[in-house]
């Protein structure tokens, strides 16, 4: 008996193991692997105390503004977390790192709520742990992503531009020249100030391939896997 009882056991464990591996492959937003990082936090999940878990999605919501130095990382993790979540320093930081890995990963994807929501019914979490997470994410999501957009590395663009139309009528050498030339100022955003002539037929090539480049990027537009988001 007590065999068949620990055969029984074993199957059905491996019905759950075999049921949420299958689960884990339905989260597009987290990659075609889900980190190891978010599912060691998944077997203890139904023990953590709602309390305890809204203490760790709020040091993660403020972590991922990116304002804490590494001192101060470790003064709030002990003041914020350790003295005020009952798991233990190991649990805590496997549970942050899975919350911290889940609420980026939406961020960066820009998911809609509902995607976010059955991402985390696919890792176990439970109803009050998902509305926690979902209203983070509501919170959170266009402040962070405006602190991204802010800190990507990029060229300035060019926020004004004028030009116009400039004739040589004499030179040094020559009494009457009469050769014309396009002076060209942009303002760019990062407040410089860029000026320069150029002749009318390197003029025509800069507008040939300015019509270059934008009839491309509305062909990609068009494109159904290279969709922008505007």
């Known amino acids: 008996k007590k065999r068949k009882r620990k055969e029984k056991e074993r199957k059905r464990k491996l019905r759950e193991t075999m049921t949420f591996n299958a689960q884990l492959l339905d ?12 599912t060691r936090s998944v077997p203890f999940l139904k023990s953590v105390n709602q309390d305890d878990f809204q203490v760790i999605v709020d040091f993660s919501v403020h972590y991922l503004h990116g304002d804490l130095s ?3 990382y470790e003064e709030q993790w002990q003041a914020k977390v350790l003295n005020c979540v009952g798991l233990g320093n190991e649990r805590s930081s496997v549970l942050f790192t899975s919350v911290f890995l889940i609420l ?13 929501d059955n991402g985390l019914k696919s890792l176990l979490f439970t109803q009050a742990m998902r509305e926690a997470l979902l209203d983070a994410y509501k919170t959170c999501a266009k ?19 004028s030009w116009r139309t400039e004739v040589t009528i004499t030179s040094s050498s020559m009494k009457r020249v009469m050769k014309p030339s396009i002076f060209i100022e942009m303002k760019l955003s990062n407040g410089d100030v860029r000026q320069f002539v150029v002749d009318p ?3 025509h090539k800069l507008r040939y391939n300015v019509s ?17 988001d505007k």
Do not use: Y
């Open 27 to 38: 989260i597009p937003f987290l990659g075609a692997v889900v980190p190891r990082e978010i």
């Open 70 to 72: 590494d001192e101060e």
């Open 104 to 116: 980026r990963a939406a961020l960066r994807q820009k998911i809609l709520p509902v995607e976010l």
């Open 143 to 161: 402040e962070v992503q405006e602190k991204m957009f802010s800190r990507r590395i990029r060229l300035p663009t060019i926020e004004d531009m």
């Open 201 to 203: 037929e390197t003029f």
């Open 212 to 228: 270059l480049v934008l009839r491309d990027v509305n062909n990609l537009e068009k494109a159904p896997i290279l969709k922008i």
